[in-house]
């Protein structure tokens, strides 16, 4: 895969529209090309201990972050036409329908790609101890050092796609 765009949310609360943050890695001939990091208003506005033990944002780091119309508005255009790529496509698509349901705003359709999926055809249950974010980076050439901020994994994901996809 040489053009795509790999994506990553982290959400606030148990709800997929919560996002909290997102990077965007943009990637045009297997080369990358752009990267974007955002904080986001999260909606609803409340984190969960899981979620911030997770990720480590709070409600202090969002609480003067655009909304995710406003930081949509600014990663549409770098994306356009390009298959969005993610470990774990179902959740950030899910995320990504979600809070554009939230909002009211008209879902474009992204096409969607999954380096997980990808992963677990290429190594089989048993031949590798995991099929997560880090692991399949790491295999994958890539040392994911920020796991669970948005545009790390977003790196990682990207570096995956290049390599197995």
Known sequence: MDDFAAIDFETANGQPSSVCSVGVVVVRGGVIVDECYSLICPEPDYYSWYNTRVHGLTKRDTAQAPAFPEVWAGIAPRIAGLTLVAHNKAFDERCLKAVFRTYGMDYPDYPFACTLAAARRKWKRGTVPNHSLDTIAQ???FELKRHHNALADA?????IAMKIM
């Open 139 to 141: 295999l994958c050439g």
């Open 155 to 159: 790196e990682a994901c990207a570096a």
